[in-house]
């Protein structure tokens, strides 16, 4: 096997590699800021120099050339090379700046030149403290500098468009944002203005940079050139906690981190996952945090004289089991929800089949037209497969009419249906309208009893994105009855570990009085003397798994391992069943 | 005010793109027309070259910027581009520059407010032989500039004449 | 060591023949008939391989100032798969000191065309672009009519002369950037983009122009294709300094009474072309310093010039290079700060921006020498002057971080006394 050696160890490998991302799979380091392993290699930073040679072959013997003292013999490349854009070739000897003093020099003096026009002003910088300029300059760079004369000046605080800024002093040129409108999007909005030293990205005049993947140039921004409007001087990301989860917004499952602090979601950024969105996300899933924060509801509702008011979820619980007893299980309507994840809508199957009432239905939320093929799909709901392979009812507008005119109890699990346009007010006049939901709206104004339940951030679920792949989501955010401290696989801040009580406050009005669905329907369950008990996502999926054909095997572990796990599709199912 | 492209213009436009396998390399010639034809390449006139194009107004953008012969907004009528590098430098660029800062009034990079005239410092112009020289709105070469040479280049072109090609010989042929 | 006999040589690149640049004047000449040969002559030139090795024979060096022998480059290309492939010839001459294409543009655009056409023909390109800075927008109109000359005479386009060779040849137009005349910035450029060099490999034999193979020559090292295929290589070879063989235009600028652009042998005395060719200082004044090709190349004092001819193996035991031949020559009144500066102006002005070294380099080097050029400069930033060539030299794509740091490093090393006489007193003096 070709074999290639790093810093004075051997490393074998199959197949071609860049040397720099080589040397990253190792686990080893050589700072950079243009590469990016998604896009072209422009190698314009000059900062991954390393010394690259090759060992001699003595062209008679075939073996290697040896010296005096019996080492073998490099040939050196005459100059420093870039590690990004230089292909692993069997017999190369490199050495990084762990080894070797002209190229730490190397790194050390780009470092100095990038920074000659760079302002300091990381202390009030977003990117301070995830900036690779910071880091690099910290690990690599040089202890002071040397230039007296005159910085070059150049626009600041230009809104390219609606979502993003930009700090041209701050841009160090590496085009990432650039190649990402030309490679990515595709959009082309972006281009570098000027020569040399005046360089910057930015539109053509009188147009916007309003690329629906636009904030991914503020991911890959490794300076704080280019921020995000709506995160701009909102928290420093040490005070934040990241927690990895699933955006579900759209039925594309980006994978996505959410940033909080306080049990607030101050943000979302992509999280890499080579099957499903690379290490992009669309805009529009980013927006999705402010449902994690705002207009919540929080602490169950009751209609009262056509009013509703604040319960007690002692009285939720008996409203909602009195209804159901009063109403034959003929005329009860369980509706199921794409947008809620596969455990909550088993929850609510669970107990309607305990109950003899049938089988939820759901309605596929699907705007035909409103994907771009990339990571916006048409389907507006995480979770439409899902819904699928538990073997729900899928009913269109028509037949969820007719459905509803026949219930007079009907229970619907996170759907805004009337908000969406599927179901009017007419249609539930008389009828006794049950939602559990996280948020406000419409739908749920009309409830005669709301369930406040517990969103994405909030709970570990699973979701079935439209190419049948199964993902989960993490506890990021904590509610009233949730505590990170005593939650292990809650993430925790720099805050949490090594803050004090007067570092990391904790508002208790951004942790909401709501419950995951399964909690609420076991309650209401063992209100009822039922024997059902489900406790939390790892072993409702577990139970899943073992009682349904689809999510055979399926547990969060694997799903762990292997960033989510392809399901059968339901039309793959039905063919294996048939042969 | 809405830039167009003459009939005649796109004729040529088309006759360029077929010298290429794609578009894009039609960017510098058209914008070449552009400007020939409006005296600048300003934002308005580089969108229009995009969309006869039909390419990103902001690859057309980054182009206009990096070629300092664009002329990103409106000059004077008359451009004049003092050489002052290296050979100018040594034979008297700075001296031709000053000079005509001095008689038109305006610093380097300014025109004149009657718009008749802007001024440019520019970087090596290819004849360094013939220095101090400067060049006239993209076009003809004014070499071994005097004092002189420039009052009378000044009259003339404020009579609305353009200076013709000088030809300059080898030193070492009497033919050419 | 022999000496070359400049002074019987009889121009042939740009021979003193009145209205040569007429097609009818250029064939009565026996224009054309090198090409003519190569796509005829079958017992001579039997396959494009013969072309390719008498020209490499030749070694014409480069003469747009990397000096590589250009036959050797035409090797390189692959073999055809019937697909594009193109010749971009490199008229985009800006390095200060360079007025030399522009003579053959102007007087003899036919030898270039000719050329360009034989090198066509051995590489089996399809297209040829003739890239002319757009300063020169004046011949740019001159190569665009001897080229329509030489179309309408059969000479370029489908089955040239019933050989069943095609070719088409366009002029592109630059638009104001010295760096397209680096050789992969000038395919960006023509391909309708940012003029960014690229990053090699690819080469562009490999991939070049739209992906495809390419070759780029500079039009003076095309220009003498024809007389090598018509008088062979050796002929070629015997001319000038053996290391660096063939007529070669020279332009000399600066302080000399007769500045201009000449054809002679390569391994011209320095000090015979000051004083004899060029006609001596100008004023009577005495000579301080030349910078023998174009400003990158490192200055040399007066005496250090005694007996170096005009060759890169001469010119390389004074620490310098023959560059592109566009000679500058300062007299004893010359302040080399200001000239210093002034160079260091311009590789700023023209740094792409597109690698750090570079961009933030070329900057740093012009602003320290302005404040030393204004007398606020103290001599420790002539150290760091030398130290900021260290860090910009071989870190870059391409070689204009390179041309930046040389003359700083080399006319601060040569002129040091001059420098530190501009430079502040220092508060703590030296032992």
């Keep these: 096997m070709p074999e290639v050696i790093i810093d004075g160890k051997s490393y074998n490998y199959e197949g071609k590699h860049k040397l720099l991302q080589f040397i990253q799979d190792l686990g080893k380091e050589v700072p950079f800021f243009c590469y990016h392993p998604s896009m072209s290699i422009p190698a314009n930073c000059r900062q991954c120099m390393v010394k690259v040679g090759q060992y001699v072959i003595d062209r008679e013997s075939g073996n290697h050339e040896l010296d005096d003292k019996g080492d073998k013999v490099v040939r050196w490349f005459p100059k420093l090379q870039t590690a990004c854009n230089i292909d692993v070739a069997d017999g190369m000897v490199v050495h990084t700046q762990e080894t070797d003093e002209l190229v730490r020099r190397a790194q050390k003096d780009n470092l100095e030149l990038i920074l000659i026009n760079h302002p300091l002003d990381c202390p009030i910088c977003d990117q301070a403290g995830e900036c690779p300029l910071q880091i690099q300059t910290y690990k690599y760079g040089p202890e002071g500098s040397r230039f007296e004369v005159k910085k070059v000046h150049k626009p600041k605080r230009i809104q390219l468009g609606p979502r993003v800024v930009l700090d041209a002093e701050r841009c160090i040129n590496c085009t990432r944002c650039t190649r990402f409108t030309e490679e990515i999007s595709k959009t082309n909005q972006l281009t570098i203005t000027r020569r040399g030293d005046k360089n910057y990205p930015i539109t053509a005049p009188g147009t916007e940079f309003d690329d629906l993947y636009s904030l991914n140039t503020v991911d890959i921004c490794p300076v704080g050139a280019l921020t995000s409007t709506d995160f701009r001087f909102k928290a420093r990301v040490w005070e934040m906690n990241q927690t990895p989860g699933i955006d579900i917004t759209n039925g594309k499952g980006c994978n996505i981190d959410l940033w909080t602090r306080d049990n607030l979601v101050l943000r979302i950024t992509p999280r890499y996952n080579k099957d499903v969105n690379d290490h992009w996300m669309p805009d529009s899933g980013r927006e999705a945090y402010k449902l994690f924060n705002e207009n919540r509801i929080s602490r169950p509702l009751q209609k009262l004289d056509g009013e509703q008011i604040l319960s007690s979820w002692n009285n939720a619980i008996a409203t909602f089991n009195e209804q159901i007893d009063g109403t034959d299980s003929k005329n009860t309507l369980v509706i199921g929800s794409p947008h809620a994840s596969v455990e909550e809508n088993y929850s609510l199957a669970k107990f309607s089949n305990l109950l003899g009432i049938k089988q939820p239905v759901f309605v596929p939320h699907i705007v035909e037209g409103s994907g771009d093929g990339f990571l916006i799909s048409d389907d507006q709901a995480p979770n439409t497969n899902g819904c699928r392979l538990l073997g729900f009812t899928e009913l269109d507008v028509k037949s969820i009419k007719n459905a509803v005119k026949k219930a007079s109890l009907i229970i619907l699990l996170s759907d805004h249906l009337l908000d969406r346009g599927v179901l009017s007010e007419k249609d539930l006049d008389g009828k006794f309208l049950v939602v559990l939901a996280t948020n406000h709206s419409h739908t749920t104004k009309l409830a005669d009893l709301v369930i406040p339940v517990t969103t994405a951030a909030e709970h570990a679920a699973s979701y079935v994105n439209v190419d049948s792949r199964i993902q989960r989501t993490f506890r990021a955010k904590e509610t009233k009855y949730t505590n990170r401290r005593l939650d292990l696989e809650m993430s925790e801040g720099r805050l949490d570990r090594y803050g004090t009580n007067f570092d990391n406050w904790v508002t208790e009005e951004n942790k909401i009085d709501c419950l995951p669905v399964w909690r609420f329907i076991t309650q209401a369950a063992s209100a009822r003397g039922l024997d059902m008990v489900l406790t939390e996502g790892r072993q409702i999926m577990e139970e899943i798994a073992s009682s349904l054909e689809p999510f055979k095997g399926v547990n969060y572990q694997l799903m762990d391992e292997h960033a989510g796990i392809l399901l059968k599709t339901e039309t793959e199912l039905k063919e294996s069943v048939k042969q | ?176 | 060591m022999s000496t070359v006999d400049w002074k019987n040589y009889d121009p042939v690149l740009i021979p003193d023949i009145k209205d040569l640049h007429q097609i009818d004047v250029y064939i009565k000449h026996n224009g054309y008939k090198a090409f003519e040969s190569v796509l005829k002559d079958k017992m001579k030139w039997p396959d494009q391989k013969s072309v390719i090795n008498e020209v490499k024979e030749a070694n014409i060096r480069g003469r747009g100032g990397a000096g590589f022998n250009a036959g050797l480059k035409w090797s390189f290309m692959p073999p055809s798969d019937g697909g594009a492939r193109y010749l971009a010839c490199n008229g985009d001459e800006s390095e200060p000191g360079t007025f030399k294409d522009r003579k053959i543009f102007e007087y003899n655009p036919h030898v270039f065309i000719e050329g360009a056409l034989i090198a066509a023909y051995a590489m089996e390109i399809t297209t040829i672009y003739v890239y002319i800075r757009g300063e020169y927008r004046v011949y740019i109109e001159m190569m665009e009519k001897a080229i329509a000359d030489a179309y309408s005479k059969g000479y370029i386009g489908k089955n040239i002369l019933g050989s069943g060779f095609s070719v088409d040849f366009y002029v592109h137009s630059g638009a104001g950037a010295y760096i397209c005349g680096e050789e992969t910035s000038m395919l960006e450029s023509l391909e309708g983009k940012r003029g960014y060099p690229r990053v090699k490999p690819p080469f562009p034999a490999q991939k070049g122009l739209w992906g495809r193979p390419t070759t780029i020559n500079n039009i003076e090292t095309l220009a003498h294709v024809p007389a090598v295929i018509s008088k062979g290589a050796s002929w070629f070879k015997n001319i000038g300094a053996a290391n660096h063989p063939g007529p070669i235009l020279y332009g000399i600028s600066g302080h000399v009474n007769k500045p201009g652009v000449y054809e002679l042998p390569t391994g011209v005395p320095v000090l015979d072309l000051i004083h004899d060719v060029a006609g001596g200082m100008r004023n009577g004044k005495k000579l301080k310093a030349v910078i023998p090709g174009g400003s990158s190349t490192p200055v040399l004092r007066a005496d250090q010039l005694d007996g170096i001819t005009m060759d890169s193996e001469s010119l390389r035991t004074v620490g310098s290079m023959l560059g592109t031949a566009g000679m500058v020559v300062m007299d004893e009144d010359t302040d080399m700060v200001d000239v210093l500066w002034r160079i260091a102006h311009f590789y700023h002005h023209e740094s792409c921006g597109q690698c750090t070294p570079c961009r933030e380099g070329t900057g740093w080097l012009e602003k320290i020498l302005l404040k030393i050029k204004n007398g606020d400069g103290e001599v420790k930033d002539l150290d760091l002057l030398l130290d900021l060539t260290t860090q910009m030299e071989g870190r870059t794509i391409c070689a204009l971080a390179d041309a930046a740091a040389w003359p700083v490093r080399f006319t601060i090393n040569r002129f040091r006394d001059e420098f530190e006489a501009r430079c502040k007193k220092s508060a703590f003096a030296l032992a």
């Design chain 2, 1 to 176: 005010m809405a830039y167009e492209f003459t009939k005649e213009d796109l004729k040529q436009i088309e006759e360029i793109k077929s010298r290429y396998p794609e578009v894009m390399p039609a960017t510098l010639p058209v914008l070449w027309i552009a400007q020939n034809r409006f005296g600048h390449v300003n934002p308005e006139v580089q969108k229009l070259v995009a969309h006869t194009l039909g390419l990103p107004q902001a690859h057309v953008h980054g182009v206009a910027e990096f070629y300092t012969q664009y002329y990103k907004e409106e000059k004077g009528k008359y451009v004049l581009d003092v050489c002052t590098c290296l050979s100018c430098q040594l034979c008297g660029g700075y001296d031709i520059l000053h000079y005509l800062e001095d008689k038109l009034g305006i610093k380097k990079g300014e025109t004149t407010q009657d718009g008749m005239f802007t001024l440019n410092e520019v970087e090596c112009l290819g004849a360094c032989g013939y220095a101090p020289m400067l060049q006239v709105t993209n076009d003809q070469y004014v070499n071994h500039l005097t004092k002189e040479k420039v009052d009378k280049l000044v009259e003339t072109l404020k009579k609305g004449e353009t200076p013709g090609y000088e030809k300059i010989g080898m030193p070492q042929h009497e033919n050419i």
